[in-house]
């Protein structure tokens, strides 16, 4: 995201873990990709009284 003035380049750049400059658009995009799905809730079964 940000890039340092004495590396010129990002630490993940540096590293050779991604030679791209990410922007929040796609950490956002990561964030909602990896979030579960709402599964199917079970049936509601009333207690006899």
Do not use: F, H
């Amino acid at each position: 995201m940000r890039i340092p003035k004495s590396l010129r380049v990002t630490p993940a750049m540096a590293a050779v873990v991604n030679g791209r400059l990410w922007s929040m658009d796609d950490i956002a995009a990561l964030v909602d990709a990896a979030a579960p799905t709402p599964g199917k809730c079970g049936t509601y079964k009333q207690k006899d009284v």
